[in-house]
Each structure stands twice: as C-alpha cells, then as structure tokens.
C-alpha cells in the first residue's frame, strides 16, 4: 500500500496535455481558479449515513426548482374567474379561476403534468422533513457547536423558509383545500392584536378572498423564497466546506483531522449519485402516490369544506394546537383579544422556532464551554441536550397527532373528543416524562460505557465455580473500541456558587450567576466521567488476573469463541 | 509535514506525534491511529472486479433503455379526455414516473456502486484548522478596516454621518409608505354582510327559495341570500363572480329545523325563527372555515377543520373547541309569498375574532 | 348510449365492453319497466294487508324489543333518552335504508350503528317497510328511476355531474370528504364512507337522514338534485387513479405518512447502504 495519502500531496502528472487539461488550462487562464480548486477537489469528506441526511434536503430543493419550472410553463396565477371546458367531465362549465384551470390542465392535458406536479408536491415534503432530520442528527451529535453555531442559525432559517415556501405552493392552485388553508390563515393574521384585519386586508388586497393573493403568493413562491432559499443554502454550503465536517471520534480521528474519502472523484459519485437516487425515490413516488389531487376538491367556495382538512405535514404542530386550544377569548377595554387562535398559531411557531434557533449560545451559556469542536458526541454523552430535544419531539409530535385527530378518531374509531382531552394534558406532561426518561436513559448507557470499559463487555458465558457460585464471563473490549468510547471530554463539575464573595457582598451579577452554575450544575452532576488512565489500568490489571486465576482451570474457555465478536478460524474451540 | 522516523507513522495519529500540548497523560488510551487497510475483493480480484464494472455498466445500460421507453410512454398513452388506464390507474403518469424513476435511481446506483466497488476506498487524512484567522491577519485586517475609516473620515466629520445615518433611515419611510396601497383599510367591512331586510333566504347551488313547510325536523339547508342569484332587469347577474365570493365568505348560512320544544331561544331571539326552523352564520367564529356537520339528533354543529362545537339548539353556543364565541344567528321570517327571509343582517360581525371585533 | 360507450371503451380499453354497454342497455328498459311496476308498488305497500301482517310479525320477533310492541319507542329508565325510538311517520324508505344496509336490528348499542351484512333478505325487507309505513305516512322507497344515475338522459349527464359535484361538495363533503371516504363526529361518531353503497340507499340516507344524519327533503333538494348527486358520487368511484393510489383519500394526513415512512424511510435506507463499508476480503493487494 502506498504509505500515507494526504490531501494534495500526490504530485500532479500529468504528462501530455489532454483534451480537458486544455480546457481547464482555458478556463484558469482566465479566472484563475487552480488555487481554489486544487483544495477543494481532493477535501475529504467522512463517511457516515447520517451525514448525508442534509444531502436529501439539498438534493430534493434541487428537484423543486426543475419540475418548478416546468410547472411555470402552463401555471396561470390569476384568480380571474373562468369557465372550465378542459378534459376533467366533472368540472366543464363550473366557474372557477384561472390558477385552478390551469392547475387542471396541467394535470389533465399536459403529458407528464400531472406526474411533475407530483413530483414536486412530493419533493416539497421530502424537502421539510428532510431538513428536520438532519437538524436533529445535527443536534443530538452536539455538531452544532463553536465554530458551527451560524451555520445552525442559517438551517434554522432554512427551516422556516422551507416551511413558507411549502405554504405557499400549497395555497397556488386554489383549490378547496388550499382556499381553506388560507381561509385559516386570514382567521390566524386577524387574531394579531391591534394590526389584524390590516394585515389580513393588505395581504388580501381586501376582503378575503380577493382577487390577488394568488399572483402574490406566486411571486413569493417562485421568486423571493427560492432566492432567499438559494442564497442561505450556498452560505450553508460555503461554510461547511469552510469548517470541514465534522467526524465521528475513533482510531486516528481526532478533533485536529478529518478522515473520510477525497469530493473527487468518491464524494462526487457517491453525492451525484444520491442526487439521482433521490429524484428517482421522488419520481416513483410521484408516479405511484396520489399526492394532492386537486381535481377531487373542486374549486374553492368560501361556502364550502371537506372533512379532512388538514395543512400539509409541516404545519400539522400549529393545526394540532390549534385544535386542542381551549376557548381563550378575551375582551379588553372592547377590543376582542382571540387567545386561542393567536397563541398556538402565530406565536408557538415563533416561540419554537425562537427556542430551537438560539439553542447553541444557550447551551454555551450554560456550559461556558467556547471551545471548538469537530468531534461528534452520542446522544449519551450529553443527556440534557438529549433529553431536551426528546421532550421537544414529544411535544411536536403529541401536537402532530393532535393536529390529524379527526383522522385518528375514524381510521381507529376513536373518541374525536376524547382524544382532544387526552391531547391536552399529554402535550402538557408528555414533554416532562419524555425528559426525564431520556435524561435518565442517556445517564445509564454512560454508566453502560464506563462498565464494558473497566470490565469488559459481556459474553454471555456463565462459569460455574466450585463452590457453586454462577458468573458470567467478561471479556475486554478492543482497543479500538475503548479509545473511542474514552474520545471524549472529561466534564468538571462546579460546585455550587452563592455568587457572594467572602464577605458576604453580592456580585451586581449574583442572581445571574447562580442561576446559571446551578443550571451547570444540573447539567454536570449526573454525568458518568471517563476512567484515568491509572484507573483504567487497575481494572485490566485486576481483570487480567481473574483471566489468569481460571486460566489453569479445567474450563478454560474464556467465552471469546462463542459471543460472536471474533474471528474463530482455525481455533480449537473446546479442550475436551 | 514532518515525520519523526522515532512515533509511529500512522495516519490520523499525527497530532498526538506533533502536538507538543497534547495533555497525554490524562487520556487513559492513546490513540492508536487509523487501522490498517483492507482491500476489498475488487481490489485484489480481477474476476470480481470485471463482475463489478459489468453490473455498474449493466445499471447505466438499463436506465438508457428506461429513457427510451419514457419517450415510448409519452407518445402512447393519452391523457385528456379519454385518458388510458392501467389496473385503474393513469396510464401516462404511471408510465412516465416508473420508467423516468427507474432511469434516474439506476444512475445513481449504479454511480454508487461505482464509487463503493471500483474507486479507492483508502481513507484519507486531512488537517483541520481553526476557524479562526492568524493573529496576525486580524491585526491587519482591523488595521485596514481602521484605515479606510480614517480615509473617509467619517469619525472627525459628524455632520456627514449623522446627515447620511438620517438619510438613509429615512429610505425606510418610502420602503413603508410604497406598500400603503397593498390593500384598502379595513374600515367596519368586516361587520357587514349582505343580508338585508326581507331578502329570500334561498337554497345554495340551485338558488331556489325555501318554504318552511318544506323544511322537515332534522332538515340542514346550505343556504345563500337570495342576491348571489338574482339578475337584473337585462338579466345580468347583480353581482359578478369575484364579488360574490367576498360576500360568500361572510354570508353563508345554514337552516335546521328542530322541534320547536327542544329550542331555548335568548329572550331577545324568540322571534327569531319560524316553527323550529333557526338560520345560522355557516362561517365558524374560529378561524372562518364553513361548518356544516350538522348533528340532527343532538343538535350540534361541528367544524372540521378544528372540531369547535356549537350547539344550535341553544343559541349557537360553543360547548366544545376552541371558537370563542356563539355562532351569530340570523333573524328570519316568512314574506307574503311565505318564502323565508331574513328580517335584517347579522346584528354582530361573522366569522373570525378580530382586534376590533366588538366596536 | 353512444356516451356511455365512448366513456367505458376509452377508459377501460376493455373487450368486454361491448358486452358491458349491451347489459347497460338492458338494464336501462328493465330499469324502466321496473321502476313503473316499483313506483306502484311503493304507494301500494302499506295496503298490500298481507305484506303489512308478515312485517308485523317479523317486527314482532326481531325489532319490538327496542321500538316498543306497536313501535311506539322504548323509553330508557330514566325517561331522558330513547332505547329505540318510536317509528311511527319514519316511513319505507327509513326502514329500507336501515334493514337493507344492515344497520338495523343492532347488533349492540353503541355511539352509532354500524353498516353490515343484512340480516332480512330482501322480501323480508319489503315487509318490514310496508308494516312501518302502515303506521303513519311517511317517505316511501324511492324509485329507480329517482335515483340511479343511468337514468340520466345522455344529453343532460355532463350538466348533471357538474351539478351534482357542486350539492355535493356544498351538502355532503364536510361530513363525508371530498372523495366520499367518510369522516368524524363529535363523540365517537362518523360519517360513513360512501364508497360502494348502493344508489338507492344513498338517495333514502339523503331523504329520511338517518341517526346523526340531517335530512335533505325532496322539496328543498330535488329528486334529480339528489339524482346528479348520486351521479357525482359513482362518477368518483368510477375515475380511474390518474395520478396512482389514493392512500385512502384521507387528505395531507396520509400524504405526510407516506411522505416520512416511504420517501424518507426509503432514502435513509439508501443513506445507509451508501456509507455502509462494503465487504472485504482477506488477501493483499500486490504491490
């Protein structure tokens, strides 16, 4: 093998000039760009399934903008009315306005329309939950730490523009669903205190429905969101190219290296080839999947509504609070305040957003911890951090559920109101249990490490001894296997500040500080701390000689033939 | 980088050779660099890897085909009128997704696999370093930003930083003011609907007006004012279409009728109704979705959208959800030709809560 | 019928279609003759004294138990609500509705009765009506002609679709859905789907509203009204999936399910693959 390959230490050699060597000789003539390049095409990237979660996300917002702009072709948003007379028997003479016809024709009488607006719907919701997968592998692994705190604040943004995005292509074909949803978006916009119905009427250009939300949200759907989409995801990108990624800790990955495979040419056919792997996912499932079928809901009518009015996926948490709110709604010196529209719909999403987007400098804050890091950490090893976002999932996911119960209560024959009792104190304790357990949880699988490190990891021998007493056998981890479960920060413990000094004045911080070593403290204390290495060496040490004490017994066997963790060719599996 | 020929040369150990600040002696393992490497049966198999350069072709071969047969797809089946099905399905779609989808995920497998079998799996290293720039090109930086400053001298020159800081917060006026007309104030357009004094009642879809012996016990009607279909005298209609849904939106009704003994009218409603027959707003007061699942047993008026409940035997009431307040009722009569009719509009505004909803 | 034809050849592209548009045929005059004969019969059910009696007996044994010996209603202990309420007036068509669905006689008390397999064959269904109708007049079993959708005159079937889907979509799918699947009600109640069910029960379920149900009477929605309605529901039935399968046709909620379990699933499942080290073998490369 040759000895070691590092990034740009194999000497070019090229000998004859070749074809592309001119061009690319053409074109640094110009712009010069073998500086930047000769970085970049050989940076190394890790290998790891979870760290291409992110890639679905980039790949599917590529999707959107080409079968986006196929859809531009025929889509008309206006919402001028029109008499339908295309393909669809069920419609032809109906009014409606020209953004739904043409949303018909585009699922009727273009070939392959109906299948792009598929694949388009399709890749929009892969899109968001894409993003939120990767923003919680980002966040249980603590990648989200100095120096990538920005970066998390830009696919916070993401997020939220995602979601706008999504909105806002769903409401364009004007439809009876979409009109519904922004139905309820102008109910929502008119609960804002004081500056409701102006919002409402300025974005309506009127009375609601009016006739220009449509070429609005069009604009804003194909234009400003896209660009501000495109600009935040190339700053995404720039940075973490910039940072190099971050890196699982092992045998020789440590936080000063990255070790994975060169973006040329491994990473270019394994991404590029996940490009085409995703629109192929999207293509089938467009061509199989009935997503949105807008001909089944009829133009909209503000007279009219289907059972099952949902949002799409993403906005199923606010629906969700929306439906278990209790009927909040106060008057105040004669204005009407409608608490439970306002609340779950316009500030939960700004609140969790809030929460979510600034949750690395609260972590920061609580820590004091302002180093860099560019090793991941498990979930375990940092259990509130854990234990936070579990209870965050419970509580988006109660109000997930919360949010399709009419659904829930006919697939399951529910209770539609039982359920929405049961919603409304689970999304109140479920958080809290959610915490706790997995707060706990992540605890004992520390205690787990630190157990397989110091004594082994078990066999599942039992050994008899003479006098009868039963035992499994331990048997050591490899080295590999404890050095990086040992890659890892050891964790000091404050002691409780009073945030006095010695005699006895008050710091003009006191109350502050107190707080947060109380919180650090909360945040520590419970931690199980890797072994020293003196302590670590006891352990062998006394492991080694129980190995050695039964070694001269008549039942040797360790256990290491039968746990399935080595390689047995060739061994004499029993003495007798 | 150098290599000390004394530390083990293995890839990815480097820091712990080099770092002279590595605190070593707290880490109870070293590290004991990346393992050695394995070939992979391509590597060191020709036979296996002629297997895998086949397969990769073989994929990249198939997608071509499933572009052709796109092409096939989409002049074969029609779509339209008379679309072609397949096992009850569209034809065109089914067709053009499975072999579009097909195409595109064999390229990418077979690129995969391309990249997995036959390209170089040896990890590579490659050194980190801080985010951060040098101290120095900081220092210089800041000492350019300094200069540039200076240059300008915006610091010595108050008045042209502080006329131009006004200047451009004062852009934001026109930024603010250009958007004024987005849309007309809402003024009390909210709290009006078109119902008038004596105007039918009528049955929505067909237009047709309604008696009340018509209307049985447990009865829903989806109803319209009687203006959404009325023409004028050279038989146009009064209200074109876009109108009509603004006015829609806010003057939907519903008629039920119940046994006049299971209703307990407001003291000021008693009149309200004609022989158990009651008209309602059909706009929840939630969030405006139209409600109509009418529970003719229980006398409950569900919205799907949020389930908020309202109970139309007892003045519109909510019993459960989060509407906050009852469902407006609409005072209804018989005219002359003993056709319902509304005898004025809705005495509180329709529809959603809003700030200034009780002015 | 040159229409139907055109509708059944291009859709379904089947052989059997002539064949199908032949039995259409048939049915049609049958259809026809038959709602003549059952429009007769309908206003005569209740003096058909014979037909009258069988049904008492029958009720006698399988319904008097909740609706009272003479079908007065069975009040419950407490006087406040029902056991079974009275059935006087309810007329034939309720009873049809009811018995022919398999919604009555319940099976057990519960928030609603379910649809299930008929327990009365259908002369026993006839009897039961005309016992039920003799007791007070009420709606009768609609004609054939009132509501099956093939009797719709060609000329007149797309006008007809178009504003059958606007009642429907007006009346029926804030209850049922907008492809008829069905939905919830308060307090473990539902709107049943619709898919499947015969014309005429749909058409009787419309006139006489049974349980939650509220009751669309033939003078404020017409007989053809509900006719064309009947025409919307069987022509959503009847399209093909042009864009594939519906997933229940339940709205986003199972489109986001199948949006996580199959597309993100999926191509985790391939993310995984993709990074997973492939295997390795035993011998060394020579150099």
Redesign the interface.
């Known amino acids: 093998?040759?000895?070691?390959?590092?990034?740009g230490k194999t000497a070019a050699t090229a000998t004859k000039p070749s074809k592309a060597g001119a061009a690319a000789t053409w074109v640094d003539d110009r712009v010069g760009i073998a500086g930047a390049a000769k970085k970049n095409i050989?940076?190394?990237f890790p290998?790891?399934?979870?760290?291409?979660?992110g890639?679905?996300a980039l790949w599917s917002f590529v999707i959107l903008l080409l079968s986006g702009v196929f859809l531009t072709l025929w889509f008309k948003p206006s919402?001028a009315?029109v008499i339908y007379d295309g393909?669809y028997?069920?419609?032809?003479?109906?009014?409606m306005s020209e953004a739904y016809a043409s949303t018909l024709e585009i699922?009727?009488?273009?070939?392959?329309?109906?299948?792009m607006?598929?694949?388009h719907h399709?890749a929009a919701?892969?899109f968001i939950?894409?993003m939120f997968?990767h923003l919680l592998r980002v966040f249980f692994t603590g990648a989200f730490r100095?120096?990538r705190e920005l970066n998390w604040v830009i696919g916070s943004l993401l997020l939220l523009l995602g979601i706008l995005e999504g909105f806002t292509g769903y409401s364009l074909p004007d439809d009876?669903?979409s009109g519904?949803g922004l139905?309820?978006a102008?109910?929502?916009m008119?609960?804002?205190?004081?500056?409701?119905?102006?919002l409402?009427?300025?974005?309506?250009?009127?009375?609601?429905?009016?006739?220009v939300i449509i070429p609005r949200l069009y604009a804003i759907h194909i234009l400003l969101l896209p660009g501000l989409l495109l600009a935040l995801i190339g700053a995404h990108m720039m940075l973490l190219v910039?940072?190099?990624h971050t890196q699982w800790p092992g045998?020789?990955?440590?936080?000063?290296?990255?070790?994975?495979?060169?973006m040329m040419?491994?990473y270019a056919?394994?991404a590029?080839?996940?490009?085409?792997?995703?629109?192929?996912?999207?293509?089938?499932?467009?061509?199989?999947?009935?997503?949105?079928?807008v001909?089944?809901?009829?133009p909209?009518?503000?007279?009219?509504?289907?059972?099952?009015?949902?949002?799409?996926?993403y906005m199923?948490f606010n629906?969700g609070l929306?439906?278990?709110?209790?009927?909040?709604?106060y008057?105040i010196g004669?204005?009407?305040?409608?608490l439970?529209?306002f609340l779950p719909?316009a500030l939960l999403p700004v609140v969790l957003l809030s929460v979510v987007m600034f949750y690395p400098f609260i972590e920061q804050w609580i820590t004091g911890d302002k180093r860099?890091h560019?090793l991941l950490q498990r979930p375990r090893e940092a259990p509130n951090r854990t234990a936070f976002m579990v209870a965050l999932m419970t509580f988006y996911g109660l109000l997930w559920a919360a949010?399709?119960?009419?659904?829930l209560?006919?697939?399951f024959?529910?209770?539609?109101?039982?359920i929405?009792y049961f919603m409304r104190v689970a999304v109140v304790v479920g958080p809290v249990l959610a915490f706790i357990i997995a707060r706990r949880w992540a605890i004992s699988l520390q205690r787990h490490d630190q157990e397989k490190?110091l004594h082994g990891y078990e066999t599942g021998v039992i050994m008899r001894s003479p006098d009868g007493e039963y035992t499994e056998r331990h048997l050591p981890i490899s080295?590999?296997e404890?050095?990086t479960i040992?890659a890892r920060d050891?964790e000091e413990v404050p002691a409780l500040t009073s945030g006095e000094d010695v005699n006895g004045v008050p710091a003009p911080t006191a109350r502050k500080d107190r707080l947060r070593a109380r919180l650090q403290h909360f945040w520590y204390a419970d931690n199980v701390q890797?072994?020293?290495?003196a302590?670590?060496e006891a352990a062998r040490h006394h492991a080694q000689h129980e190995l050695e004490v039964h070694a001269g017994e008549e039942h040797a066997a360790d256990g290491h033939q039968f746990d399935g963790r080595h390689d047995i060719h060739g061994e004499e599996l029993r003495k007798h | 980088?150098t290599h000390n020929p004394d530390q083990p040369?293995?890839?990815?150990?480097?820091?712990?050779v080099n770092?002279p600040h590595a605190p070593v002696?707290?880490?109870?393992?070293?590290?004991?660099?990346?393992?050695a490497?394995h070939w992979r049966p391509t590597d060191v198999d020709p036979a296996a890897e002629k297997r895998a350069e086949r397969q990769v072709a073989t994929l990249f071969g198939i997608a071509s085909l499933m572009s052709i047969l796109f092409v096939v797809a989409?002049f074969a089946?029609e779509?339209?009128?008379d679309?072609d099905t397949f096992l009850g399905l569209?034809a065109?779609?089914?067709?053009?997704?499975?072999t579009?989808?097909?195409?595109?995920?064999?390229?990418?497998?077979?690129?995969?696999q391309?990249?997995r079998k036959l390209?170089?799996?040896?990890?590579?290293?490659?050194?980190?370093h801080?985010?951060?720039s040098s101290d120095e090109d900081r220092a210089s930086a800041v000492a350019a930003l300094r200069q540039g400053a200076d240059d300008s001298g915006i610091a010595r020159r108050p008045l042209i930083r502080n006329s131009l800081l006004g200047a451009l917060a004062l852009l934001g006026l026109p930024a603010i003011v250009g958007?004024r007309d987005?849309?007309?104030?809402?003024g009390n357009?909210?709290a009006h609907t078109v119902w008038r004094k004596g105007m039918r009642i009528v049955n929505?879809v067909s237009g047709t007006p309604i008696r009340p012996e018509e209307v049985e016990i447990g009865q829903l009607v989806?109803a319209?004012p009687s203006v959404f279909f009325d023409a004028d005298e050279n038989g146009e209609p009064i209200m074109?279409?876009?109108e009509v849904?603004?006015e829609?939106?806010?003057a939907?009704v519903i008629l039920v009728r119940m046994q006049p003994r299971d209703i307990t009218p407001l003291e000021e409603r008693a009149n309200w109704g004609v022989d158990g027959i009651l008209c309602y707003s059909?706009?929840c007061t939630?969030?405006?979705?139209?409600?109509?699942?009418w529970e003719q047993q229980s006398h409950h008026l569900l919205c799907?959208?949020?389930?908020?409940t309202f109970d139309l035997a007892d003045n519109g009431k909510?019993i459960?959800?989060?509407?906050?307040?009852a469902l407006p009722q609409l005072p209804m009569g018989v005219d002359d030709e003993g056709y319902l009719i509304a005898l004025s509009d809705f005495e509180e505004p329709v529809?959603?809560?809003?700030?200034?909803?009780?002015? | 019928m040159r229409f139907l034809s055109a509708r059944l050849s291009a859709k379904r592209r089947s052989p059997l279609a002539g064949v199908v548009v032949l039995l259409m045929g048939l049915l049609f005059t049958g259809g026809v003759s038959a709602t003549l004969s059952s429009a007769v019969a309908t206003d005569d059910l209740a003096s058909d004294q014979a037909l009258v009696d069988q049904g008492r007996q029958l009720f006698l044994v399988g319904c008097a138990s909740c609706h009272g010996r003479n079908a007065e209603g069975v009040v419950t202990q407490d006087g406040d609500s029902q056991y079974g309420p009275s059935l006087v007036g309810v007329g034939a068509a309720a009873v049809d509705f009811q018995v022919a669905t398999g919604r009555m006689p319940m099976a057990n008390p519960s928030?609603q009765a379910p649809r299930k397999p008929a327990v009365y064959n259908e002369e026993e269904t006839r009897a039961l009506s005309a016992y039920v109708a003799s007791l007070g007049p009420g709606p009768s079993i609609p004609t054939s002609e009132q509501y099956d959708p093939a009797s719709i005159p060609d000329d007149e079937r797309?006008?007809s679709?178009?504003r059958g889907?606007?009642f429907f979509?007006?009346n029926c799918?804030?209850?049922?859905?907008?492809?008829g699947?069905?939905?919830?009600?308060?307090?473990?109640k539902?709107?049943p789907t619709l898919n499947g069910v015969d014309a005429k029960h749909i058409y009787e379920a419309m006139l006489t509203g049974p349980q939650q149900m509220p009751v669309f009477s033939d003078d404020v929605l017409k007989p053809e009204e509900k006719r064309d309605v009947i025409a919307?529901v069987k022509?959503?039935e009847e399209n093909p999936?042009?864009?594939?399968?519906?997933?229940?046709?339940?709205?986003?909620?199972?489109?986001?399910?199948?949006?996580?379990l199959?597309?993100?699933g999926?191509?985790?499942g391939?993310?995984?693959w993709?990074?997973?080290h492939t295997a390795k073998s035993e011998k060394r490369?020579k150099?």
């Not at chain 1, 085409?276 to 061509?287: E, K, S």
């Not at chain 1, 929306?322 to 709604?329: D, L, S």
């Not at chain 3, 799918?173 to 492809?179: L, P, Y």
Request: net charge negative; proline share 7%.
């Open positions: 093998m040759s000895s070691i390959q590092t990034n050989r940076k190394v290998d790891h399934w979870s760290f291409m979660l890639e679905i919402m009315e393909s028997e069920q419609y032809r003479g109906l009014h699922s009727f009488d273009v070939r392959g329309g109906l299948l607006r598929q694949i399709w919701q892969l939950a894409a997968v100095k120096p009876l669903l519904t139905r309820i102008d109910g929502i008119k609960s804002s205190p004081v500056i409701g119905t102006y409402s009427f300025f974005l309506f250009g009127g009375e609601f429905p009016g006739d910039y940072h190099k045998p020789g990955r440590t936080e000063q290296n990255v070790v994975g495979y060169p040419p491994v056919a394994k590029g080839g996940f490009f085409f792997i995703v629109f192929g996912v999207t293509a089938l499932m467009g061509a199989l999947l009935s997503i949105n079928p001909w089944k809901y009829g909209y009518n503000p007279a009219e509504v289907t059972a099952g009015s949902q949002p799409d996926w199923g629906e929306m439906r278990i709110m209790p009927a909040w709604e008057e004669g204005f009407t305040l409608p439970s529209v719909a860099e560019h949010g399709g119960n009419d659904i209560a006919v697939v024959r529910l209770d539609l109101n039982q929405t490190l080295e590999a404890a050095f040992t050891r890797k072994p020293t290495r302590e670590l | 980088m040369a293995l890839p990815g150990n480097e820091d712990a770092d002696p707290a880490e109870p393992i070293d590290n004991p660099g990346l393992p490497h989409y089946f779509v339209g009128e679309p569209g065109s779609t089914l067709f053009l997704g499975l579009l989808g097909t195409a595109l995920l064999l390229i990418g497998i077979g690129a995969i391309w990249a390209m170089s799996d040896v990890e590579m290293v490659e050194h980190r801080p985010a951060a958007l987005l849309g007309p104030a809402p357009a909210l929505d989806n319209e074109d279409g876009h849904l603004v829609k939106t806010k939907a059909k706009i939630h969030v405006g979705c139209p409600i109509s699942l799907p959208c949020h389930q908020s909510v459960f959800g989060p509407a906050g307040h529809g959603p809560s809003y700030w200034e909803r009780g002015e | 928030a797309e006008e679709l178009v889907g606007e979509r007006t799918t804030a209850c049922h859905n907008f492809d699947s069905g939905g919830a009600l308060p307090g473990g539902y709107a919307y022509s959503l999936g042009y864009g594939g399968f519906s997933m229940g046709a339940l709205g986003p909620v199972s489109e986001g399910l199948f949006g996580w199959i597309g993100i999926g191509l985790v391939f993310a995984v993709i990074a997973a490369k150099a």
